[in-house]
């Protein structure tokens, strides 16, 4: 295996540690090969000893979840960075030359490389093309066969650890018979490489997974980000959400039918954050008004459920979600996701590190919020201080 694509460098500040008590999440979205950025997003916050209780993803972020939840916080980086080079290791295009258009051209290359041979230890072609097999065959519902996945995640995640439930752990996945979006949780679940594989079964590429009875698509062709999972089961909790995205919803206007390729999937993958804040930002007003009306009445006029359900409006939950989204850089099209060269991996993995270690710096943003919302929602791209 490589070396880890970075060292570890001095903290950002002399302390980044949130307020005692407070909870932290890592919410890791969707994004193929861009899921290195998370990998770098996650050794900032190790080095910052901002270790996860609860991980969440979707597509390839939940098989960056299961590697942080399923091995202890020591081997976590390890753990990654072996992942990230076996997959990568099918790299054989000499260096881009200077300039975007090398560049294009060396990622144009790599991704096409990806299309006909597949990623080792992620998967690779079927020996039948699906669109020659026979109706109903195993081979004609995708291009790919994902059993390297498989193993790989046999060898690198500790099962029995994520259902220990030392982590809170979840992934999402979509039924591909009902369309109804799922959430496998370990809180609820006996987790297995078949529900990672399911959240991450992105068609026509790659196969359908079959959990008992039921067949399971990637959660993104509905969600690409878990946070409504997480924010629905925060109950009275101060926590901390560390939400990483690798697809923007803001964009520049496309000039060419690749940028309009790149743009779309964008928009479709896009975690929608504010949207999704918003709900939750609402829905804890109420709650607040409810706690109030509830107040004004004596306690003899209440009923018993009145005054359980006061009891668990007086602790409202309090969140922190800083918000890490990967800006594509200007060589990138809209083969980013499946472009698995070791040097985009190395580049995307730098990225997130230091964008973390930028979001770290902003120490006030790790404190409560203090205008009674609930929730604040903190960029360090649209940071303006």
Known sequence: MDAMPLTKQPSPSTTTKPAPGRCIALILQGGGALGAYQAGVYQALHEADLEPDWVAGVSIGAINSALIAGNPPERRLE????????????????????????????????????????????????????????RGAKTATAMYDTSPLHETLRRLVDFDLINSRATRFAVGAVNVETANFVYFDNQETLIGPEH?????????ALPMVRIGSEFYWDGGLVSNTPLQHVLDNVRS?????????????????????????????????????????????QTHRLKQALFEALSLIPETKLSDAQRRQKAELASLPEINIMQMIYRQKAYEGDAKDYEFSRLSMREHWKTGYHDTRNTLAHKSWLELSSDGSGIEVHDIHTAKD
Not at 196 to 204: I, W, Y
């Open 79 to 134: 753990r990654l960075a072996e992942f990230w080079d076996i997959v990568t290791s099918r790299d054989i295009l000499p260096p881009a030359g200077e300039g975007d258009a090398a560049r294009k051209w060396r990622n144009a290359m790599s991704a096409m490389q990806a299309m006909m041979f597949g990623q080792p230890g992620f998967f690779k072609p079927n020996q039948a093309n699906a669109w020659l097999s026979p």
């Open 237 to 281: 909790e101060k926590r901390l959400v560390f939400q990483v995205d690798l697809f923007s919803a803001r964009g520049d206007l496309p000039r060419d039918m690749p940028e309009v390729l790149s743009r779309q999937k964008d928009i479709q993958y896009s975690s929608r954050t504010r949207m999704t804040t918003d709900h939750f930002t």
């Open 196 to 204: 990672v594989m399911a959240s991450g079964a992105l068609p026509p």
